[in-house]
């Protein structure tokens, strides 16, 4: 795969302390890649070192096969960036924001994103009198309007409300259909776990896990559960399920653990008796929440 972001042995001191210790990861090109981390963790010290906003203690960082220390300029046309703070004068219309920016990048002005983000009405609406969902959906039609091959969004869909958030999250699905690099920081675990293909996860300033949502999940400590329902009731107590492990029953369910998820299920049908019927069965995995947490506590490391 084609590596889009490349950050090698990053250090980031201020004084005696260390905001960034040490860490290293790729982003491929037409990822979705989640940063993830307490705050304080230097999430936003890392994104703002690849955007060429602070300068590295140690380490190297290339975007696009560019130094965002040497190559500035270049790294312009090929970076977008929305800020976790950011903001515009509030007496600026909606149409001078994105004249400003697309003049900036010397192209005409990118009006057709305001239709692609459902701002069309709000076109002659002054910045300070927009919703933060309207601010930020503004703020990411701005930062793609060069058409970026890399786009960072820091915290895209803070305060904003749950239709702002599925628009939003539209938005960076699309980006990826159509080849654009998505670097996102986030506290959403639930937004990591539906929109990145991959996550590093950053605390106290070192890298503690890496991969896919479900390869960093899988290596925490907590089990599948599997909670399943017989109209007999065949599999509320047997103790005979190799794959899985009895929890607990409420009621007429039955609540099962496993780590081997596809195989548990299968043999727990098996048991089933041939005159029985399966109610209810759901399968819950171990959220990425729950290994965050697990994290933060120093567990499975």
């Given at each position: 795969?084609?590596?889009?972001?490349?950050?090698n042995?990053?250090?980031?001191?201020?004084?005696?302390n260390?905001?960034?210790?040490?860490?290293?990861?790729?982003?491929?090109?037409?990822?979705?890649?989640?940063?993830?981390?307490?705050?304080?963790?230097?999430?936003?010290?890392?994104?703002?070192?690849?955007?060429?906003?602070?300068?590295?203690?140690?380490?190297?960082?290339?975007?696009?096969?560019?130094?965002?220390?040497?190559?500035?300029?270049?790294?312009?046309?090929?970076?977008?960036?929305?800020?976790?703070?950011s903001?515009?004068?509030?007496?600026?219309?909606?149409?001078?924001?994105?004249?400003?920016?697309?003049?900036?990048?010397?192209?005409?002005?990118?009006?057709?994103?305001?239709?692609?983000?459902?701002?069309?009405?709000?076109?002659?609406?002054?910045?300070?009198?927009?919703?933060?969902?309207?601010?930020?959906?503004?703020?990411?039609a701005?930062?793609?309007?060069?058409?970026?091959?890399?786009?960072?969004?820091?915290?895209?869909?803070?305060?904003?409300?749950v239709?702002?958030?599925?628009?939003?999250?539209?938005?960076i699905?699309?980006l990826?259909?159509?080849?654009?690099?998505?670097?996102?920081?986030?506290?959403?675990?639930?937004?990591?776990?539906?929109?990145?293909?991959?996550?590093?996860?950053?605390?106290?300033?070192?890298?503690?896990?890496?991969?896919?949502?479900?390869?960093?999940?899988?290596?925490?400590?907590?089990?599948?559960?599997?909670?399943?329902?017989?109209?007999?009731?065949?599999?509320?107590?047997?103790?005979?399920?190799?794959?899985?492990?009895?929890?607990?029953?409420?009621?007429?369910?039955?609540?099962?653990?496993?780590?081997?998820?596809?195989?548990?299920?299968?043999?727990?049908?098996?048991?089933?008796?041939?005159?029985?019927?399966?109610?209810?069965?759901?399968?819950?995995?171990?959220?990425?929440?729950?290994?965050?947490?697990?994290?933060?506590?120093?567990?499975?490391?």
């Open positions: 795969m084609t590596l889009a972001v490349q950050v042995s990053l250090v980031k001191k201020y004084g005696s260390t905001a960034v210790d040490n860490i290293s990861f790729n982003i491929y090109k037409g990822e979705v890649f989640g940063l993830l981390g307490p705050n304080g963790a230097g999430k936003t010290t890392t994104l703002e070192i690849i955007e060429g906003l602070r300068m590295p203690t140690l380490g190297e960082v290339y975007v696009e096969g560019l130094s965002p220390i040497r190559d500035t300029k270049e790294l312009r046309k090929v970076l977008g960036v929305q800020l976790q703070i903001t515009l004068p509030e007496v600026m219309r909606v149409d001078e924001a994105m004249e400003l920016i697309c003049t900036f990048k010397g192209i005409k002005p990118r009006y057709d994103l305001l239709e692609r983000f459902g701002l069309v009405k709000q076109k002659k609406q002054q910045y300070g009198k927009l919703s933060t969902g309207q601010k930020r959906r503004l703020q990411l701005l930062a793609i309007c060069g058409n970026p091959k890399v786009v960072i969004l820091d915290e895209p869909t803070a305060g904003v409300d239709q702002g958030r599925a628009q939003l999250h539209n938005a699905r699309e990826r259909k159509n080849g654009v690099t998505v670097v996102i920081a986030t506290h959403d675990m639930a937004e990591a776990e539906s929109l990145c293909d991959r996550i590093a996860i950053i605390i106290n300033g070192k890298l503690a896990a890496l991969g896919s949502p479900e390869e960093v999940t899988a290596k925490g400590s907590f089990q599948t559960r599997i909670t399943i329902r017989t109209k007999k009731g065949n599999l509320t107590s047997q103790g005979n399920i190799k794959k899985a492990t009895f929890a607990s029953q409420k009621e007429n369910n039955a609540l099962w653990l496993c780590t081997d998820t596809a195989s548990a299920i299968i043999e727990m049908l098996s048991a089933i008796d041939a005159d029985d019927e399966v109610l209810v069965l759901r399968v819950e995995r171990p959220s990425l929440e729950e290994r965050f947490l697990e994290l933060m506590e120093g567990g499975n490391s």
